[in-house]
Each structure stands twice: as C-alpha cells, then as structure tokens.
C-alpha cells in the first residue's frame, strides 16, 4: 500500500513540476514582454530565474527521492534533472547574465540557445516520466 502511494506522490510531483516549467518557460517571459517595457521585463525575469531554477532542483530532487526505491528510471531521469539545473542556475544563468551585462550579443544567444535546450530536455524528460508512471 505505502508504494501505491510513494508512485502517486511521485506522479503528482513529476506532473507539478512538468507544468510548473511549462508554464513559467511558454508564457511567463512573453506576458511580460507583452505588458511590460523590454527593460523592465528583463529585470523581472532576471530576478525570476533563481527561484524557477529552485523549484526545478527541489521538485526533482523529491521526485527522485520519491521513486529510488520503486522505480530506478523515474530516480535516474529526476537526477539527471537536479544536476543539470544546478549547473544552469550556478554556472549558466551567471554567465548568461554577464554577457548581457557586457553587451556581448553573440555570447548571450549562445548560452541563452543552451539554457532554452536545457528547459526544454528536462520538459520533456517530465512529460516522459508523467506517461510512463501514469501507466
């Protein structure tokens, strides 16, 4: 009884943090840019990243923890998770924030390209683990 728990508290979580990252990544930057001058959506969504970042690590960080005992592939993929957005708010988002602050426009579409293809791997990585414990 207490696995067909620990997998609902995990689907729930995995699913809480697909949607939590779907939705901040498709329309939380183009509303503020739509309703705010450029500068000052830049400022917000510069402030908003670390605490996406954290809710990225800890939500897939319980996932993972949620799932080692039942399901190896959930713990892994979760993992791979938690490393990656530890990486991008600690090393990524900074740099990403210096070229910006430097100017340097082609450093920035770079490291912005690798931040977008981050987000967009670990969107799908939840959508993965959501259908298959969803089986």
Not at 100 to 127: N, Y
Request: aromatic content about 10%; charged content about 15%.
């Amino acid at each position: 009884m207490l696995d067909l728990y620990l997998h609902r508290l995990t689907l729930l979580t995995v699913a809480l943090l697909f949607g939590g990252m779907l939705l901040f990544s498709a329309s939380f930057a183009a509303f503020l840019f739509r309703y705010l001058r450029p500068e000052e959506a830049r400022m917000l969504i510069r402030k908003a990243f670390p605490p996406f970042y954290l809710f990225v690590i800890g939500s897939s960080a319980l996932a993972g923890m949620l799932s080692v005992q039942a399901d190896a592939l959930t713990a892994a993929w979760m993992g791979v998770v938690m490393v990656s957005a530890v990486l991008a708010r600690q090393i990524l988002m900074p740099s990403i924030n210096r070229a910006t602050d430097r100017g340097d426009h082609v450093r920035f579409r770079g490291l912005h390209g690798c931040s977008v293809v981050i987000t967009l791997a670990h969107i799908v990585i939840a959508a993965g683990i959501v259908v298959h414990l969803s089986r």
